[in-house]
């Protein structure tokens, strides 16, 4: 089992969902960030527990060369969408991107079934669809006027 599997087995007995990891270097210092996710949103003690619950695997099995910081946090409410699993946990939401072909696209994402979502144009009920495999791009957003 590898070391993301092992983190994704601790963070769903914590109740929550593994986002993503990601490995980064800010101001010389490497980060090794975990980002969880919950329906029900997740909160500072969420955060402590997964990073206790954590902290003994990388002590086993280092993530990262060197000194690095350990971060558990939200991905937060606008939020890059990388994996077909981003955009499953994103159903509801308001999403945006890019196409290969350079087209943009914005709508709340209302379905991703068999590669294809389905978005309802922003102030419409009008849909649209998108292939996954045509997305150069995407990200949930928030609408901020309302």
Same mark, same amino acid.
């Given at each position: ?14 109740? =929550?969902?593994?986002?993503?990891? =990601? ?5 010389? @210092? ?103 495999? @045509? ?12």
């Amino acid at each position: 089992m590898n070391l993301e599997e092992q983190i994704k087995i601790v963070v769903e007995g914590c109740g =929550v969902y593994l986002y993503d990891i =990601v490995t980064t270097n800010e101001n010389g @210092d490497n980060i090794f960030r975990i980002n969880i996710t919950s329906p029900d949103g997740i909160n500072l003690d969420k955060c402590q527990e997964v990073s206790m619950m954590v902290s003994p695997i990388l002590d086993i099995n280092e993530p990262m060369k060197g000194k690095y910081r350990l971060e558990v946090s939200s991905p937060g409410i606008e939020r890059k969408l990388l994996k077909k699993e981003h955009f499953l946990c994103s159903i509801g939401e308001n999403i945006k991107g890019k196409e290969f072909s350079t087209e943009k696209f914005k709508g709340k994402l209302l379905s991703f079934e068999d590669d294809i979502l389905t978005l309802q144009y922003p102030d419409s009920n009008d849909t649209f669809t998108i292939n996954f495999d @045509d997305i150069l791009s995407a990200s949930t957003y928030y609408d901020w006027k309302k």
